[in-house]
């Protein structure tokens, strides 16, 4: 399971707009090209590659979130507001064979307009971790995920 970069890291925050405009003018980011989940969140670039996804939080989570990602805090400020860390990689069969032989739990997701196949699990800490995959790796294995962004209601 070769990694190789970290993707990036999702916020959660009651106030979306505010957070989103921290990071362009405080940084420099850019909001950029963001995939439908149905569910809010923005995506901010540095250059050409996402790496703060910033999304509402707390107890007025959505539905399609929950359903999607799973929610393990409702904090809106502090550490608690980040609600996993991704990683890009390669080798989806030997990451899932790796995974079921250490007896860890996992989630297969995917973003269909992304061209993603996404599998989320936790640290011993219980932080959340995403694993990017490109869907062809997904396909070519004959995998089907338990929840796609696409057929969560819109």
Not at 34 to 46: A, G, R, S
Not at 73 to 100: C, M, P
């Amino acid at each position: 399971m070769p990694l190789s970069h970290l993707e990036h890291i999702l916020v959660q925050t009651s106030d979306m707009e505010a957070t989103k405009r921290w990071y362009v003018e405080v940084l420099g980011m850019r909001a950029g090209y963001t995939p439908d989940f149905k569910f809010p969140v923005c995506w901010l670039y540095i250059g050409d590659r996402d790496v703060i996804h910033v999304t509402e939080g707390g107890a007025n989570t959505s539905a399609n979130r929950k359903t999607y990602l799973g929610q393990q805090s409702e904090a809106e400020s502090g550490t608690g507001v980040i609600d996993h860390i991704a990683f890009r990689a390669t080798g989806l069969g030997e990451t899932l064979e790796r995974l079921r032989r250490l007896k860890i739990d996992f989630k297969e997701r995917q973003v269909s307009d992304q061209g993603l196949y996404q599998v989320f699990f936790f640290d011993p800490n219980g932080i959340k971790i995403e694993l990017n995959f490109e869907a062809a790796e997904a396909t070519a294995l004959g995998l089907t995920p338990g929840v796609k962004a696409s057929e969560l209601a819109g």
